[in-house]
Every structure is written in C-alpha cells, then in structure tokens.
C-alpha cells in the first residue's frame, strides 16, 4: 500500500502531513493568510494566534495535517485518514470558530475564572473551577464532537459556511464534571425549559456588546447522560482554541452546543434565542423541502440529534492494494442517539454490502471502531463504501439526504477510492 493521496475528487489539492511551517510564518497577517484561503493548505500551528501576534513558538505547539477552510474566523478540517485514532490528538482535532480566541485562552490564563448557573434554579450557583472540582464527582468521557455543517460542501445546490467535506468530527476524551449534577444542585425549577450558554469570546466585529454564539439544548438533553462541563481534554488542560479553560461538551447535538470559554449557563423558560439559535443558523426546515427552495424563516426548526454516520479512516483514499489479497479496512461509527449497531462495507457502489466487525463503544457517544477484511477481486479502480445502521434500523442513505438552506446534517455514506494492482 502506497502513502500517496489522491482523495477521489480532481478539485482537491494534495494533502500531506507535512508542517509547511515556513510557508505560513512567511505570510505576515491576515491579508496574506487569506491569500491561502481555500487552497486547501495543511497547516501547522494556531494561525488565528499568528493573527493575533503570538510568538512563533506558540504556534509551533500547534495543529498538524488539518486543511484550513477559513483564517477569520479559524475553521479547519480533518482529512478522513488523520482521524484514525480511537482518541482523535490535539493535532488532528478540528477547530470551528465563530469568532476570536479570546485573550485568556491564548495566555492560558484561569485566574478568577467562575461559572455561573442561573435562571429558572433554585439556587443560582457561582462556582470557581476549584469549586466545580472539590464538589462534584470528576469523569472522564469519551465523546464524539461535530460540527452541525460537516459535509455541507455536498449540498447541491450548494449551502453558504465553512465547505466542511468529511472532517468537522472528532472524538476525544474529556475530563470534567456531569452537566446534569451541576444543574441539580442549582436545582431545576419545573418551569424550566431550555439551556441558554454563554462565553465572552470576541466577535469579529469588534463590538464588545455582540455574543459570537449563544446557543442551548432542552433541558431534558442537558440533564440526559453524556454531557460534561470540562476542563481537559486528553488529560491536558483544554487548549486555546478548544475552549480553555471550560466548555461543555453535549454530545449528540450538532457541535454548537458545546460551548467553548463557558461561564454562565441559564436556565430559561422557553427555547433559547441567543446567537446562532434563530433564523436559519443551525435550523432545518419542519418539513421535506425540494433542493433550492427559499424556507421562510418561521418554518425553521432547531436541529437536534445528529444522524448515524460513519467515516473510513484507513486506508487513505487513493491507496493502492494488491488484488486478490485481504486488506483491512476500518473506520469508525457513531450516532446522536446512541450507540451504532452495525456497520457494512461494499466495494460494488453499493451493490452488495458485507458486514464490518464493530465494536462497542467504550462508553455513550464514543465512535465505534469498525474493521473488515476487503478484498479487491482484480486489477482496476474500485470504491470502498461504509454505512452504518442504528439501533433503530435507520442507515446512512447513499446520496446527499434532506437538503436544507443551510446544509446541516449530511450523513451521506463515505466512500474512497481504490486502486487494485
Ligand atoms: N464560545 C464558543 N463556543 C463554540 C463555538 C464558538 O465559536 N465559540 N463554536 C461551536 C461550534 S459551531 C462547534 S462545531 C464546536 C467546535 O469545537 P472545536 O473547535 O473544539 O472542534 O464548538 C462550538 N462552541
Ligand atoms: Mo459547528
């Protein structure tokens, strides 16, 4: 098998794992990093950082492999082949941004750091992070993150935001708190409706007073199994641009949920309108719309669950095999309901499938390792296809499901290519 990538799509630029740190600490701002935009350039290192005039080593700590989808805010994806750890690195995790990292999070700076829950509780509830330490029950998750827009660039026609393909998810180990103890020892009043969460990091207008996103869950998902208040993520303190020192994480729900730089949760008593919450951010249609139709804005609806998905993360698209031999392919699978209950292969465009080994997931929301052994019949190009089925029986469709104005939700079945030889 060859390390040479062609990812099965002509439009891609080649994508190696390569620091092209040079290249970047060239470019001397923002009109020059933009220069790279939608090049699909891997990078190295915390370009919003460079942005803000952080030092060359700073940046260095940094990411590795991504492809960088914008610079302002920071948004960049993971190539399928880099996310083949059970626990997706630092290096490799994707970033979604919705405006600047703030200050404290670049300085790494927790002093006086509070988190606030308040609202519809009895006891509204100031609580410092040695606080949130010393008086609840600390644990570590496993859990899937994605972004609500991963695999938006599939929309036809196409959806305006970040172009996600394959690589708004990521799946790493948080340490923290259960949101659900933090919130029953405010104690929920029965008025309570909605979560409404709240960060201070800066818009890209530079009006203090706008909040970058605001968004929140219905209580029961916030008082349901999985949701965490961390403060590490794969036993490091939370890096800068994945929320230090704070965030939740509230798997199943589209990744915005998870609000990064937290110190206020509210309780509120009716759906939350923060930002990002109306409109048509992070909102489907109630009902199935043709491709293109203009939804009005009232008839959009909150997403909620993430579909089943599955991603092929070895071998790497474009890989060659030798035909007539068994070679492993493998990947993983998750779903915002729950645990996955199988996954199955086919290397005839979906002609016939075949049954993948998978297995349990280590704990609710984690990914789900598949493995199957493939074997090209003869010389020639093929595709390997993944799509895996829920506890309900619900699969990943073949082609692009629900279009949306928005492209949310696009759990269409991952497929790369392969060359027998
Ligand atoms: N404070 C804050 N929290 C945020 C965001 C943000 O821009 N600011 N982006 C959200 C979105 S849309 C996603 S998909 C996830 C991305 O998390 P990551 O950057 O750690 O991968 O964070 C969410 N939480
Ligand atoms: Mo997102």
């Not at 570590?140 to 935001?161: D, Y």
């Not at 990002?276 to 009902?287: D, E, F, I, Q």
Request: hydrophobic share 40%; glycine share 10%; net charge negative.
């Amino acid at each position: 098998m060859t390390d040479k990538i062609t990812d099965g799509r002509s439009d891609k630029a080649e994508i190696a794992d390569e620091p092209t740190r040079r290249t970047i600490l060239k470019a001397t701002g923002l009109t020059a990093l933009g220069a790279y935009v939608g090049m699909n350039i891997p990078f190295e290192g915390n370009l919003m950082a460079l942005a803000q005039g952080m030092s060359e080593e700073d940046i260095m700590s940094g990411k590795n492999g991504l492809v960088l989808l914008n610079d302002r805010p920071l948004n960049a994806e993971t190539p399928a082949h880099l996310l083949d750890d059970d626990v997706t690195p630092y290096k490799h995790f994707f970033i979604r941004n919705n405006g600047f990292v703030p200050d404290s999070a670049l300085d790494m700076d927790a002093e006086g750091w509070t988190l606030t829950i308040d609202g519809e509780v009895d006891t509204a509830l100031e609580l410092s992070i040695g606080e949130l330490k010393s008086r609840f029950e600390e644990v570590t998750l496993r859990l899937v993150l994605e972004c609500g827009g991963n695999g938006r660039a599939f929309f036809n026609p196409g959806a305006s935001g970040n172009q996600w393909t394959t690589g708004a998810v990521g799946c790493a180990d948080w340490t923290g708190v259960r949101l659900s103890d933090v919130l029953n020892a405010a104690g929920i009043k029965s008025s309570a409706v909605y979560t409404a969460h709240h960060s201070d990091d800066p818009h890209l207008s530079g009006d203090p007073d706008k909040e970058v996103i605001s968004r929140g869950v219905p209580i029961e998902k916030a008082l349901a199994e999985g949701g965490i208040i961390a403060w590490a993520m794969n036993g490091e303190p939370i890096p800068a641009v994945h929320g230090f020192p704070l965030r939740l994480v509230i798997p199943g729900y589209p990744g915005s949920a998870s609000q990064k730089y937290v110190n206020r949760i509210q309780i509120r008593d009716q759906e939350h309108d923060g930002a990002k919450m109306t409109g048509y951010s992070y909102r489907v249609p109630a009902y199935p719309v043709a491709p293109g139709t203009e939804v009005p804005e009232e008839d959009m609806v909150v997403l909620t669950d993430m579909p089943v998905k599955s991603l092929i993360t070895f071998p790497q698209s474009g890989a060659q095999a030798a035909a007539g031999e068994a070679m492993e392919v493998r990947g993983h699978a998750w779903s915002g309901s729950g645990d996955v209950a199988s996954v199955d292969i086919s290397i005839d465009f979906g002609a016939t499938w075949t049954p993948a080994a998978l297995e349990a997931p280590v704990n609710k929301f984690a990914w789900q390792r598949f493995r199957a052994d493939v074997t090209l019949p003869q010389a020639g190009y093929y595709e390997v296809w993944a799509r895996a089925t829920d506890l309900n029986g619900v699969s990943q469709p073949p082609v692009v499901p629900g279009w949306n104005p928005r492209g949310y939700g696009n759990n269409m079945q991952h497929r790369i290519a392969m060359i027998a030889t």
